[in-house]
């Protein structure tokens, strides 16, 4: 028996001998690793690694890992996916998708016997192949990733082996296919690590203790800002000035490297305590705050939203007129009632507009006015006028943005009746709010993205960066964009936007055709969603969103409408919601419905900054009642506002088809075919939510006359 084989066979799996260390024995040169994970198994014949470049080694250490690339490959998929097997067919695209069927299953069986060759020394075979599916037999394989994913709380070494690199950091580049999946595996052992370090860190009971878990948290994370707090912490409990100091410059320079950011509030302050000698004890460490809390931020300065901007709405200046006490108590009630709408959105913080326009009557003019409301602590200010000649109402608004570089951030103006006063208040502060909402949401990530200091905690500023990624629709961005969601809701686990937006990202990952694990991919976007309405009942966002999954992805329209209804009834100015559940009617059958929340959504936003999405949902209703032209039409203008977005083609393209047009059908088939290069009338009708059998026929139909292939 070699030294390998007996220390591997010393111990039952899972038991350790009391008062002995356990010293890990090298293989040809590659230290075995030394974690409490890493027990050994009586039947373990393979060891790999995967951590760093990809290795392989028999227990009489000889090496025997497969000598191409794509062989190394399938060698860690089989690894990672096990003990489930997976079918030939999602192997062969994994690492094949270039290639046409016949000539990718050619190079499946061609690699599984390398496979099996260099796998020879092993003795009985770890790798079990039928005619559809290949698996792996774990019991056989130690894999140090899937030692990582053993660790706990209480046992947090295994998470030691991630220092040895990126997983599969030598395999980059296979394939688009093999490069997605291997992005989503990274993330998978990234977020689960993450959450046992962050656990380990906060049972942390002592100084030593606390640094020890902090390093090892920022080791796997070096963004998690709250871990260099800790570290910052627990250097200054033990004694270590310079140490605590050196923590914060570097956690100064990867917020700046990596997000072009600053610490926040809390952590400059501990800095500064500690440059000041006054003791870090002074500042109280933040407990995780509920949705909608404000934080205490340092040196005295007014409170900062955690999770969103502080807004407040001033009163409307009246311009003269001959009813100017009825011009008055219009623009305080307008006032008021834009304040109660934006308050909805639960990402937005309102300042009470009594209270603020107390403060502002007290300073004086619009300048000091400004300056009330700084004081107040507001980063934005809704100002305007209003003006009466007769029956006709003119009012005009300016939203500020009162950080620097100060300037206007947006205005708009609105001319209307004066025949019934509350109706028009109405109306008016449900077009503003609807329109403003997403307005300072770009405003929010362009400050984010320029690199300005950030407004509030990291998980937010991430959840800003994605956003405006997403809708851009650019692949490249767009996966990055989910890197960011993803490490939003690692950062901030009870954040229910960060969740929401992350299911959303998914919704359209999948729409787009870009999800290649089909099943999992909707299961996480169920589990994301639900997640976020859980944290955040009152959310009517991640209401919707929840709706959208249900209705799209799971094709359970019926089930989708009772949570539109209820985020419409939290939230009746937001304009997802409208477009969202126009959605799941015409998916339903009941297209006139859908046109008239169509129509609600354009009424109350109709230059919205992702209208090429909600508008191109107008063409689903309109195929379905016949009305070609219009469709196409629709379908066309969407189209030019995001050419990326490939959802909007296909409802086009049936119409198209229906009317006849081949040459236009040619042009935008081929457009979409770029972006979604495996989509024909098969995958249209296994993917479309649509639950009338004479509506699915229609948009078959259509999509074949439009030349869409088959299947």
Request: one cysteine or more; charged letters at 25%.
């Amino acid at each position: 028996m070699t030294a390998a084989a007996g220390w591997l066979r010393a111990m039952p799996e899972g038991e350790a001998r009391p008062g002995t260390a356990v010293a890990p024995v090298p293989v040809d040169g590659r230290p075995a690793p030394s974690s409490a994970g890493d027990r050994p198994r009586p039947e373990i014949r393979l060891r790999l690694t995967l951590l760093g470049r990809v290795d392989a080694w028999s227990l009489t250490s000889q090496r025997v890992l497969p000598r191409t690339r794509k062989a190394r490959a399938l060698l860690a998929i089989l690894a990672l996916s096990g003990p489930q097997p997976v079918a030939r067919s999602r192997l062969a695209h994994l690492l094949w998708s270039r290639r046409g069927n016949e000539q990718a299953r050619g190079s499946l069986r061609q690699a599984l016997h390398e496979l099996h060759e260099s796998l020879r020394p092993v003795g009985l075979p770890v790798i079990v192949a039928s005619r559809t599916t290949v698996a792996m037999d774990l019991a056989a394989v130690w894999t140090d990733a899937r030692e990582v994913l053993r660790a706990t709380p209480e046992q947090p070494e295994p998470l030691d082996l991630l220092g040895a690199g990126e997983l599969l950091a030598d395999l980059d580049g296979l394939d688009d296919a093999f490069d997605q999946w291997l992005a989503e595996q990274r993330r998978r052992l990234r977020d689960a690590a993450l959450l046992v370090a962050t656990a380990r860190l906060a049972a942390a009971l002592d100084p030593e203790a606390s640094v020890a878990a902090a390093r090892r948290v920022l080791s796997i994370d070096a963004a998690q800002e709250g871990a260099w707090r800790a570290l910052i912490r627990a250097e200054a409990a033990r004694g270590d000035r310079a140490a605590a100091l050196a923590a914060y410059a570097d956690c100064r320079q990867i917020l700046a490297t990596r997000f072009q950011a600053r610490p926040s509030a809390e952590t400059e302050a501990l800095a500064q305590a500690l440059r000041e000698d006054a003791g870090v004890a002074q500042v109280a460490p933040s407990a995780p705050p509920p949705a909608g809390a404000a934080a205490p931020t340092a040196r005295g300065a007014p409170p900062a939203a955690l999770r969103g901007a502080r807004l407040g709405v001033l009163p409307l200046r009246v311009l003269g007129g001959t009813e100017e006490a009825e011009s008055e108590a219009l623009s305080i009630g307008l006032a008021e009632e834009i304040t109660a709408a934006l308050a909805r959105f639960r990402w937005l913080f309102l300042t009470d507009s009594a209270s603020l326009a107390a403060a502002a009557a007290r300073s004086g003019g619009p300048r000091e006015a400004q300056a009330a409301a700084r004081a107040l602590g507001l980063d934005l200010l809704l100002t305007g006028t209003l003006q009466r000649a007769g029956r006709r109402i003119r009012i005009g608004l300016t939203l500020l943005d009162l950080r620097p570089p100060e300037g206007v951030a947006w205005t708009q103006r609105f001319d209307r009746e004066a025949d019934d006063l509350l109706a028009l208040q109405d109306e008016i502060a449900a077009q503003v709010v609807a329109r403003i909402d997403p307005e300072i949401l770009l405003i929010e990530a362009g400050r984010v993205a320029a690199g300005r200091p950030p407004v509030n905690v990291p998980a937010y500023n991430l959840v800003l960066r994605a956003i405006p990624a997403l809708h851009r629709l650019d692949r490249s961005a767009f996966m990055a964009a989910g890197e960011w969601l993803a490490r939003a809701t690692s950062l901030d686990p009870d954040y229910a936007a960060a969740h929401a937006w992350l299911a959303y990202w998914h919704l359209l990952l999948i729409g787009q055709g870009w999800a290649r694990d089909g099943e999992e991919v909707l299961a996480r976007t169920e589990r994301l969603a639900v997640r976020a309405v859980a944290l955040d009942p009152q959310d009517a966002q991640a209401l919707t969103i929840c709706g959208h999954v249900r209705a799209f992805l799971h094709q359970r329209p019926e089930d989708a409408l009772a949570l539109h209804e209820r985020a419409l009834g939290l939230n009746p100015n937001l304009a997802m919601a409208w477009a969202f559940s126009a959605m799941a009617h015409s998916y339903a059958g009941d297209h006139a419905e859908a046109l008239a929340r169509m129509d609600r959504y354009r009424q109350l936003a109709p230059f919205h900054p992702f209208s090429f999405y909600y508008d191109g949902a107008r063409v689903i209703p309109l195929l379905f009642t016949r009305r070609h032209a219009e469709a196409a039409e629709h379908g066309r203008q969407a189209i030019e506002l995001q050419p990326n977005f490939s959802a909007n083609y296909k409802c086009t393209l049936a119409a198209l088809g229906h009317l006849g047009r081949r040459e236009a059908a040619a042009a935008l088939r081929a457009r979409l075919l770029a972006i979604e290069p495996d989509f024909t009338v098969a995958k249209a009708l296994r993917r479309a939510p649509v639950r009338r059998p004479e509506d699915r026929a229609h948009y078959a139909e259509g999509l074949r006359l439009a030349g869409v292939r088959e299947g």
